[in-house]
């Protein structure tokens, strides 16, 4: 089959590779008909992501038609038509069984590299370093899913890939990142990062009940989307001062919630962005945590920080005094997909979701190379690539 292969930093090569099999009882092969890039997948693309190794499959949000099960597979036959959740869950360890499924115990057969990074291990996750699992993603016509009897879930009702794909991945996360801010009736939440993933958060945080929401980026188009789908107030951070704008907007307080969902690969300018730019390329520091500094400075006192943002190591200069002087919350983690996903899929059916408004482009699979290139640089109004195998 052909997939979209890791070969270091900005090297990426659509290739043939052998086909998936069945390895294990619980085990389905899963013929792809739509796959996207995610913001994730940048980090591993930037080379922010250690335990990548040449010619590793990438791609974690994907959905197509099964075509082979395993023996334990009850719930699925070939020919259903499904979509995958990124996180690899067992359904029942002691995390699955509190819906907590990114921590999953069982599906991260290197979990020993793990912990010695985090402490303890999250769970497996397609297509996203040997440090969680090494298993092969899902920009490819196939790939193999574990533990498919509780992670798939079909679609029965002729709703289209591009409504229903971003059930893998971000409109959970965004959900997610929403959700943990247990957003009150007059709330104000802000929102770092206008990427598809702070689309989804604040289009999740109105669904919740937030009276108003406010964007920040610095992307013209990507603001643009934010006004016009969720009816954010908008701040370019490159023409105006993030805090004295939330400062003003919120009456002096700050914002009830603020949310990074920039993660690891922020951009800033001035002489912090240079200490940042310098640690990380020397690998002092494994991220640029701009977004996160700032939604813990503007956050209002007793409000709540939500990091949907991607991390995997050590930060700098984190001001950890104004989270303690200032009593916030934080809240964060790989999303617990499966948590999301049925109710997601409702919402969609009963047209309260549209999804699709984040599709900016569809390209075949074998020019994944340049879809990853155009969505890095933001280049050509890039918001999300979906890439289709069977073109
Ligand atoms: P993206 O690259 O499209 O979006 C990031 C956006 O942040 C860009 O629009 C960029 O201009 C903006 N940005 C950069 N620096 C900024 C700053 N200082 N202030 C405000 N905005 C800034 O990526 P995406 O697909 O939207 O993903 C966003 C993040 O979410 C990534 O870190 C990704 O890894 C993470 N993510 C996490 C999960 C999870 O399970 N927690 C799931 C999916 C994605
Ligand atoms: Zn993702
Ligand atoms: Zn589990």
Redesign the pocket.
């Known amino acids: 089959m052909k997939a979209n292969c890791w070969y270091g930093t900005n090297k990426l090569s659509v290739e043939e590779v052998p086909d998936p099999k069945i390895l294990n009882s619980r085990d389905a092969i899963v013929k792809i008909s739509s796959t996207a890039i995610?913001?994730?997948d940048?980090?591993l693309y930037n080379g922010y992501m250690p335990t990548m190794e040449k010619g590793d499959i990438l791609g974690h949000e994907f959905m197509g038609e099964v075509v082979e099960v395993g023996k334990d597979v009850k719930n699925l036959k070939a020919g259903d038509r499904v979509v995958v959740p990124f996180p690899i869950s067992c359904g029942n360890c002691f995390f699955c069984k509190k819906e907590m499924f990114?921590l999953c115990e069982n599906s991260n057969p290197n979990a020993p590299l793990a912990e010695k990074m985090f402490g303890h291990s999250p769970c497996g996750i397609f297509g996203y370093t040997h440090m969680l699992g090494g298993y092969a993603g899902g920009q490819a016509e196939y790939a193999r899913v574990p533990f498919a009897d509780v992670g798939p879930i079909k679609i029965e009702n002729g709703l289209t890939d591009d409504q229903v794909l971003f059930l893998s991945?971000?409109l959970p996360?965004g959900y997610m990142a929403a959700e943990q801010c247990n957003i009150q009736q007059g709330d104000t939440v802000a929102v770092?990062?206008?990427?598809?993933?702070?689309q989804f958060t604040l289009l999740s945080a109105k669904l919740l009940g937030a009276e108003r929401v406010i964007a920040?980026?610095?992307?013209p188009e990507?603001l643009k989307m934010a006004q016009e789908e969720h009816d954010a107030v908008i701040i370019n951070?490159e023409e105006t001062d993030v805090y004295e704008a939330l400062q003003e907007l919120t009456g002096g307080r700050g914002p009830d919630a603020t949310i990074d969902?920039?993660?690891?690969?922020?951009?800033?300018a001035g002489p912090m962005g240079m200490v940042d730019r310098v640690k990380t390329a020397t690998m002092m520091e494994n991220g640029r945590p701009?977004?996160l500094r700032?939604a813990i400075m503007c956050c209002r006192k007793g409000g709540t920080v939500s990091i949907?943002?991607?991390y995997g190591g050590l930060l700098d200069k984190i001001p950890i005094g104004a989270v303690v002087n200032k009593a916030l919350t934080i809240k964060t983690?790989?999303?617990h997909v499966h948590r999301y996903m049925r109710p997601l899929l409702k919402r969609i059916e009963n047209g309260e979701i549209d999804p699709t408004f984040v599709i900016t482009h569809h390209m075949p699979l074998s020019e994944a190379p340049k879809g990853y290139d155009i969505?890095n640089r933001?280049q050509d109004e890039c918001?999300k690539v979906v890439l289709k195998p069977g073109s």
């Open positions: 995610c913001g994730s940048l980090h990114s991945d971000i996360t770092w990062g206008c990427g598809p993933v702070g920040i980026d610095r992307f990507r951070y969902a920039v993660g690891l690969e922020g951009h800033a701009h977004a700032q949907p943002g991607v983690g790989q999303t969505f933001k918001i």
